[in-house]
Each structure stands twice: as structure tokens, then as C-alpha cells.
């Protein structure tokens, strides 16, 4: 009997201490965007700065790059690829290297580039009837007609295949797939479904309540995890193993804006919504970084 409450009360200790750990820690406060790239860097800016923030989850260095005049970096899960940021200038789209701070422009002549890929940077053209796709190592460029049916393509791809399965209401500008696995959110229905790629069967993962007050994140997928937000509440589970994860988002503001959710190898960021335009159809203004572990040994 005593050896029995000795490993219960040990269980509860550690699980504890877990619980502890992976509570979120603040990054940054009232930054104009946030991104990460998936693997090992994420980035960061307020809208006056002159430098982006780049922290390097491996050392837990910070650095800091240079902001080019009226360029911010772009919002979606695909703004920030294996080290490369996708930046929004005025004077057109470039691609920052976080780790040598050297830019690369973007071709002209295109409506513009939004979803950046390993592969391909996807853009627009002909006032978006036509959706262009840039290949980074060769720099041709693909032209499509939109798909009447919303199907998108895999942006890291070298053949730029369609992503099997009708995604619902997710585009390219959500992280919603990798090379095993598809997430989709079908229309009409607040819940993340997840499947193998190009299987039928899938299982739902999260649910989001809009008029309650849980409104549903984009899922991010990347590092063997996917993770999402459904009001103040923040999720991951390991593709692998199914292992959960699961943070109390600090500094939630309910009817301002979702929570935006993103991984690294071993770090898992929350960037609640502070602060929105006022307009009816809002545009977020600030965001506050968070940060917290992510089990290296649990991933798939």
C-alpha cells in the first residue's frame, strides 16, 4: 500500500512539474506581426521598429535584422519557411534570410506574393483570377486558373501537386499540411479534422464555439505537431503518438481577434490579439508573444 502512494504521489510530482514548465512565457508586447518558421527561428516586429526580432529556439539567441522602410511581415502560417521570412513592401515582396539578414526581391508584375513554401511562393494575378507560383530554385513562375472547387497546391512540393481532399474553408494561408498529414476545417462546421494525406477517413481534433467566445484558430502543422487555438485555450498533439498538449493563452482579449499558434522543433509560440482597427471587418493592429516548451522526444 505505501509503495503504491509513494509512485502515485512521484506521478503527481512530475506531472507537476511538467505542468509548471510548460506554462507560456512573454516574448514581446504590442508587435505589428509575428512569425515562425516551423523548425527553428521565429520573428517579430512593432510597427515603428527599424529591426525585426529573430529568436533562434536552438541557443535561445535573439538577433536583430534590418527592416527595410514600410515592409512588415505577412500574417499566415506561411509568412516564415525554413529560415526565410516573407516580407510586405510597398515597393514589392522580398524574402529575408533571418540567419544572414540578406534579402532577395521578389519578381514584378504580379498582383503580389502572399504564402511562402519550400518549394514555391505563392502569389496572385489578373486582379486574382489567376493564382502564380514561383519556384525558388529555378525562378520560373506557374500560372492556374482558380479552382472552382478550393483545392490548393503544395507549396513544398517540387511537383506542386494538389493537396488531396477538399480543405473547407483552409487555404495556403494556414500551415494545414506536411508531407504525411492534412488537416481541413469542413464548411459549415467549426472543428479541425485530421487525416493521413489522400486518406478518406479522418478524426476530428478541435472544435471552436464563434458565439461562445472559443473562436477557432488556423491549424499549424509542422515538427511532427499540430496546434491550434480555440479561444484563450491552446492545443498540440504529437502526429505520431497522439500525445497532447494543452496552455491557458495569457492575455487573451475575447472578441478581438484569435489566437495565432506556431511551432518550432522544441518551442511553441502563442500570439494573442491585442488590438484590431475598429473597423467592422477588423484588421489586427498588436499582438503579444508568447512562448513555451515543446517536448523534443515526443515528436513524430
Known amino acids: 500500500m505505501f509503495k503504491t502512494l509513494t509512485a502515485f ?23 505589428q506581426w509575428f512569425a515562425v518558421d516551423g523548425d527553428r527561428y521565429a520573428a517579430w516586429a512593432k510597427e515603428d521598429a527599424d529591426t525585426i526580432t529573430v529568436l533562434d529556439t536552438r541557443t535561445h539567441k535573439r538577433r536583430h535584422a534590418s527592416k527595410p522602410t514600410h515592409c512588415r511581415g505577412g500574417e ?46 505563392q502569389g496572385s494575378a489578373d486582379a486574382g483570377r489567376v493564382d502564380v507560383y514561383l519556384n525558388r530554385r529555378t525562378g520560373g513562375v506557374r500560372r492556374f486558373r482558380e479552382r472552382s472547387d478550393h483545392r490548393v497546391r503544395d507549396l513544398d512540393d517540387p511537383k506542386l501537386r494538389l493537396v488531396c481532399g477538399p480543405p473547407g474553408y483552409l487555404d495556403n494561408f494556414a500551415r494545414f499540411y506536411d508531407a504525411r498529414y492534412v488537416v481541413s476545417q469542413p464548411s459549415g462546421d467549426e472543428a479541425l479534422v485530421l487525416r493521413r494525406r489522400c ?18 484558430s488556423e491549424p499549424f502543422v509542422a515538427a511532427g505537431w499540430v496546434s491550434w487555438a480555440a479561444g484563450g485555450e491552446a492545443h498540440a498533439e504529437n502526429l505520431k503518438t497522439r500525445k497532447r498538449r494543452h496552455w491557458h493563452v495569457p492575455n487573451y482579449e475575447r472578441g478581438v481577434g484569435f489566437v495565432q499558434v506556431g511551432q518550432a522543433r522544441n518551442t511553441i509560440f502563442f500570439a494573442p490579439a491585442q488590438t484590431d482597427d475598429g473597423f467592422s471587418a477588423p484588421v489586427i493592429t498588436s499582438f503579444d508573444v508568447f512562448e513555451a516548451p515543446l517536448s523534443a522526444k515526443a515528436s513524430g
Not at 17 to 26: G, T, W, Y
Not at 200 to 213: E, H, N, P, Q, S
Request: proline share 2%; charged share 25%.
Open 76 to 121: 499566415s502560417g506561411r509568412a516564415m519557411v525554413g529560415g526565410w521570412l516573407l516580407l510586405l513592401c510597398r515597393s514589392g515582396e522580398r524574402l529575408l534570410d533571418v540567419r544572414s539578414g540578406r534579402f532577395k526581391r521578389l519578381p514584378e508584375g504580379f498582383d503580389g506574393w502572399k504564402y511562402l513554401g519550400e518549394r514555391f511562393v
Open 199 to 216: 486518406k478518406a477517413k479522418g478524426r476530428v481534433i478541435g472544435r471552436g464555439d464563434f458565439l461562445g467566445g472559443a473562436e477557432l
Open 9 to 31: 504521489t512521484v506521478l503527481l510530482i512530475l506531472i507537476g512539474v511538467q505542468d509548471a514548465a510548460a506554462k507560456p512565457r512573454q516574448l514581446a508586447s504590442g508587435v
